[in-house]
């Protein structure tokens, strides 16, 4: 018997319906979208209590790297890899790389393979659940955890339930049929039949079992994955497969490669109060109503106005006589939708690719491994940026071939090192940085660094950056 239980956590994906909170540099994973902490955190922090559980495996998209590690280290959460894909394959080369992982360690356990992005309210249901997958998980099984549905739902694929499985910790269901998104009707059917549960992307099973169906049913991925892992490069806390080899894997889901062919799936039930938070109207169905049915996040007043979610970021937003609305008010955005049209949010994120927007991708305000910056205004010829390093941290040995930039000291202390000069500047102090002239900004104290930037010059990219040294490896080709 294995006890053993590893968390996999997938943290890919850009949560496109969610715009524009949520955007392809900052997914909704990893932020604050129902409570003080994190989806990712959240994730991670609900399976406290488990017996026998281990450290994570992350699995995320190398651009996201700095996010997954600094979310973890506010929580005070261990983990045992942060594996880093170069290009998105799915969910089923993700899976395989955590399994290569583990196993690489000359032993085996079961894997919780969660996605980074659920909520999940009831958590003494969530670990009754794990508990029962465990055993089948020991007993060979592959497990995936069904949600119980509480309402027609033609969002989510289902799971038929076929023979049950008796053990001493509760009973499991072999899986009959994976069946795919279905129309109004039939989802009624399969409601009142009881027999159906929404496939809600959660699995257990032994790294080594998965392994083997994945050899029977997709030799392709397992070879890829093995081959990534046998040349990956370890950089701080991360782990970086092969670029080229990774590449060659085919894009596909946990589901259709392994799931659906293996004789051995079973499915649990699992009635927890879960929520994928694939979109607003699911914010506003998981969030706490007033009176009224209106969610309110932020600076926000009501009058007269029903069943509204409103998300405010920095100012005042006021509804007046309106009902069923999602109001959701970035520092450079602002979106206003019937909350029954909110699937079709990720149109406008299409309109924006195709307009190359950067408000597609990123926020105003910008994470950095050592802070963030937010660009305050900008025109013809000028930028002025608010930067935040945090204590201890430094940006890279840097030029610009087309600014200048002044710097204003608003708090903490700055150590600035530009040409062969190295200065301390204080609050209200201030230097120039002339245009080619190689420099460095750093927090020698013990709380955050607050600058005001002001860049002057012909063009203001954040690509005209020639980086000669970085302790967070991202130096420039």
């Not at 045992?80 to 399994?99: C, D, F, K, S, V």
């Not at 030799?219 to 991360?238: N, S």
């Amino acid at each position: 018997m294995i006890n053993q239980l590893i968390p996999v956590i997938l943290s890919g994906g850009s949560g496109t319906r969610l715009w524009p909170l949520s955007r392809k540099h900052r997914p909704k994973q990893f932020l604050p979208v129902v409570d003080e902490f994190t989806l990712f955190q959240s994730t991670i922090l609900r399976l406290q209590g488990i017996t026998e559980l281990e450290a994570p495996v992350v699995v995320c998209n190398e651009e996201h790297r700095f996010m997954v590690a600094e979310q973890l280290r506010e929580c005070d959460l261990p983990h045992q890899g942060i594996l880093l894909e170069p290009i998105g394959r799915n969910t089923a080369p993700a899976i395989a790389l955590a399994a290569f992982h583990i196993c690489a360690q000359h032993r085996d356990a079961n894997l919780l393979v969660l996605p980074a992005d659920h909520v999940i309210r009831d958590t003494l249901a969530l670990h009754h659940a794990i508990g029962v997958a465990q055993q089948a998980a020991n007993d060979g099984f592959l497990v995936t955890f069904g949600i119980v549905p509480n309402k027609p739902e033609t969002g989510y694929g289902y799971i038929q339930q076929g023979e049950t499985i008796n053990t001493y910790r509760g009973s499991t269901h072999r899986v009959a049929a994976f069946v795919e998104k279905p129309d109004i009707t039939t989802a009624e059917h399969y409601l009142a039949s009881g027999e159906y549960l929404w496939n809600s992307g959660m699995f257990l099973f032994r790294a080594s079992r998965f392994l083997e169906e994945l050899a029977r049913w997709q030799p392709e991925v397992l070879g890829a994955c093995q081959q990534a892992l046998l040349k990956d490069a370890h950089d701080l806390d991360f782990i970086r497969v092969c670029p080229d080899a990774f590449a060659t894997c085919p894009n596909i889901s946990v589901d259709y490669a392994v799931m659906e062919k293996t004789m051995d799936a079973v499915v649990v039930p699992l009635d927890a109060g879960w929520n994928d938070v694939g979109a607003w109207s699911a914010v506003w169905e998981d969030g706490k109503q007033d009176q009224d049915g209106n969610v309110l996040r932020g600076d926000a007043l009501i009058h007269n106005a029903h069943n509204n979610l409103v998300h405010t970021e920095h100012r005042l937003v006021a509804l007046v006589g309106v009902d069923d609305l999602v109001v959701i008010d970035t520092k450079d955005a602002t979106l206003v939708a019937r909350r029954d049209q909110v699937q079709d949010v990720k149109k406008i994120v299409d309109q924006l690719n195709v307009k190359n927007r950067p408000e597609a991708t990123l926020h105003r305000e910008v994470n950095r491994p050592w802070g963030s910056y937010d660009s305050i205004d900008s025109g013809h010829r000028f930028q002025v940026k608010r930067i935040v390093v945090k204590p201890g941290e430094r940006l890279s040995l840097q030029m610009h071939y087309h600014r200048a930039e002044h710097w204003i000291v608003v708090k903490g202390t700055a150590e600035v090192h530009c040409g062969e000069k190295t200065l301390l500047l204080t609050e209200n102090q201030s230097t120039y940085i002339p245009l080619g002239e190689t420099h460095q900004l750093v927090n020698p104290g013990k709380v955050p660094l607050e600058i005001i930037e002001v860049q002057s010059g012909s063009y203001l990219g954040e690509d005209d950056i020639v980086r000669f040294s970085d302790q967070y490896g991202r130096l420039s080709s």
